[in-house]
């Protein structure tokens, strides 16, 4: 069909630059295009090719704008049914999710899909990739029964496809992993991730950079199952090959780093110490400059930062900072956070406010915590019991 060629590139370049050479030289190729380039389909092919560059330097925010230029020419000279059309809603919709803007995302890619489903078979790559950011975008919005149906559906065609211990089925498999993490299954996320980096390994030898990404997930499992030395151990079998790989910089080994920093603070504050946190705070300030820039200061991935802020406070016993820490987190996360986040930083600032002495606005977080892990599913459940009781503990 008319485009076929562009449309399985894009599905292919889109996802995330994962082989990607990570060099900010990678943009020196296009330096000077202007931004108003004439409205032809060279020059949408141009800012195409450019907002993939960016992606793959980790420069997510001026990729979307670029992809959206890119479209904005098409709509002037394309029909609103032609497949480049297709193409460049795919392109944004992908730069979206990458940047965290998964409540926009979401609809854009649910029209894509229902347009592949007219034009391409169901084992075609671009129906499988945008049924991947799908569940990526499910996923991150807290919408985890949904976002693990169609992970799940991404493995049943990948094994299809491929066979079940096949490279590209460990990658569905690690991100089925993510569905059920942001389902509070970390446990069956875990084992699938071991899965996934078996099959990797097998496939592609002991530098395999897939496996490296996945252990640095499966770090994050091990971290909130309370098992800090498998994910410190994890982390460091992972981070040299990530840096061999994209660079010092690259906002994935700045991702791996703060896996560690929560391992750490994790490890010091169940067992009473003060050994990691030094090295904790000194990744938080590095790693926030690398998320400001990828993922804006009011993301997701920068809650993530100071939420750890707030446990690294809290660890230390110094409240007020960790109280302070946790507004911020909330702040970042906005409105449009997933549930489950918000619960998270409400349950942790709960015990901040009750160490100040405010137990009323302590009981208060404590509540929303068990009223947004509700939401989150019921993969939570433990969770809500535990904020509850927090709560009927709190003193008045």
Do not use: C
Request: charged residues 25%.
């Amino acid at each position: 069909m008319d485009g076929d060629r562009d449309l399985a590139l894009t599905a292919q370049l889109a996802m995330f630059g994962a082989d990607a050479r990570n060099s900010p030289k990678a943009l020196d190729v296009f330096g000077g295009i202007p931004n108003d380039l004439p409205a032809t389909r060279e020059s949408a092919g141009l800012y195409q090719a450019l907002g993939h560059a960016q992606i793959e330097i980790g420069r997510f925010a001026d990729a979307v704008v670029t992809f959206r230029r890119a479209q904005a020419i098409r709509a002037q000279i394309l029909p609103a049914d032609h497949v480049e059309r297709l193409v460049g809603d795919y392109e944004v919709a992908a730069a979206l999710v990458i940047h965290h803007d998964h409540a926009e995302a979401l609809p854009m890619l649910q029209r894509v899909r229902t347009a592949l489903d007219l034009r391409v078979a169901p084992l075609r790559r671009e129906a499988i990739d945008v049924l991947r950011l799908i569940g990526m975008a499910e996923s991150l919005l807290g919408h985890a029964e949904a976002a693990i149906a169609a992970d799940r559906e991404v493995v049943a065609r990948r094994t299809q496809l491929f066979g079940e211990h096949a490279a590209m089925t460990a990658v569905a498999r690690e991100e089925l992993a993510g569905a059920l993490d942001s389902g509070g299954y970390w446990s069956d996320g875990a084992t699938q991730r071991e899965l996934a980096i078996a099959d990797e390994l097998a496939a592609s030898g002991p530098k395999s950079v897939n496996a490296a990404e996945a252990r640095v997930n499966l770090a994050t499992d091990y971290t909130e199952l309370g098992r800090y030395a498998d994910a410190i151990a994890a982390l460091g079998a992972a981070r040299p090959l990530l840096v061999a790989a994209k660079g010092e910089a690259h906002v994935d080994v700045a991702i791996a780093d703060l896996a560690l920093a929560h391992a750490r603070i994790g490890d010091a504050a169940v067992r009473h110490v003060q050994t990691g946190l030094a090295d904790a705070e000194a990744i938080l300030d590095r790693v926030t400059g690398t998320f400001t820039t990828s993922f804006g200061a009011s993301s997701q991935p920068m809650a993530v930062v100071l939420e750890l802020r707030g446990l690294l406070e809290a660890a230390r016993g110094r409240w007020a900072a960790a109280d302070r820490a946790y507004v911020a987190a909330l702040a970042a996360l906005g409105a449009g956070g997933a549930p489950a986040d918000r619960a998270s930083i409400e349950l942790e600032h709960a015990d901040a406010l009750g160490q100040l002495g405010r137990h009323a606005e302590a009981r208060a977080s404590a509540d929303a915590a068990a009223a947004d892990y509700v939401k989150a599913g019921e993969g939570f459940g433990p969770r809500v019991v535990a904020a509850r009781a927090w709560s009927a503990a709190a003193v008045h």
